[in-house]
T-cell receptor
Framework: AQTVTQSQPEMSVQEAETVTLSCTYD???????LFWYKQPPSRQMILVIRQEAYKQQNATENRFSVNFQKAAKSFSLKISDSQLGDAAMYFCAYRSGNQFYFGTGTSLTVIP | DAGITQSPRYKITETGRQVTLMCHQTWSHSYMFWYRQDLGHGLRLIYYSAAADITDKGEVPDGYVVSRSKTENFPLTLESATRSQTSVYFC?????????????FGDGTRLSIL
């Protein structure tokens, strides 16, 4: 069974600094997709970034980028130039076919 | 506006009562999902549906019932609510057969059972 592990329940970062959130997953599939979602206190689930497993190039969306290591089954999220609005719960998710699996989340605090 | 909407946003009820959470999406997505979110557990799948009249159990289906008579609606019913079902419930949808597509989520329903 596929599992997604976020080993850091809480993280903190100084404003304007860089932080990396970890995610590992377990799968025997070769074709899958990975996502990071942000959940601010408003409770909305907001897509941050996605990565196709067949792509070697790491995805980037403005200040957000991933470090995708397929062999290691690792999918970390790097947030550069952290802003107060980045404070949220972050969830890593894995999709294979039409099944989705989520990690337990990392709560990110941004310190002014 | 197009999107996925859940109602109600907040609900308080008593143990033993039946409660239905509504979910409506305007994208004609084939797949819809219900999750519950609890501290320390992340999102846990309750039920999902691949199309109208097709539903299947997820990780934590006990105590819940779903139906999907129309593609756009996917209500979740707690037939006899228990305190352990106090949680935040999220509905989500996605296109089938397009695996690079993420799930799109509603804003959630905070359900408290007294």
């Amino acid at each position: 069974a596929q599992t997604v592990t976020q080993s850091q329940p809480e993280m903190s970062v100084q404003e304007a600094e860089t932080v990396t959130l970890s995610c590992t997953y377990d799968t025997s599939e070769s074709d899958y997709y990975l996502f990071w979602y942000k959940q601010p206190p408003s409770r909305q689930m907001i897509l941050v970034i996605r990565q196709e497993a067949y792509k070697q190039q790491n995805a980037t969306e403005n200040r957000f980028s991933v470090n995708f290591q397929k062999a290691a089954k690792s999918f970390s999220l790097k947030i550069s130039d952290s802003q107060l609005g980045d404070a949220a719960m972050y969830f890593c998710a894995y999709r294979s076919g039409n099944q989705f699996y989520f990690g337990t989340g990392t709560s990110l605090t941004v310190i002014p | 506006d197009a999107g996925i909407t859940q109602s109600p946003r907040y609900k308080i009820t008593e143990t033993g009562r039946q409660v239905t959470l509504m979910c409506h999406q305007t994208w004609s997505h084939s797949y819809m999902f219900w999750y519950r979110q609890d501290l320390g557990h992340g999102l846990r799948l309750i039920y999902y549906s691949a199309a109208a009249d097709i539903t299947d159990k997820g990780e934590v289906p006990d105590g819940y019932v779903v139906s999907r008579s129309k593609t756009e609606n996917f209500p979740l019913t707690l037939e006899s609510a228990t305190r352990s079902q106090t949680s935040v419930y999220f509905c989500a949808s996605t296109r089938g057969g397009a695996s690079n597509q993420p799930q799109h989520f509603g804003d959630g329903t905070r359900l408290s059972i007294l």
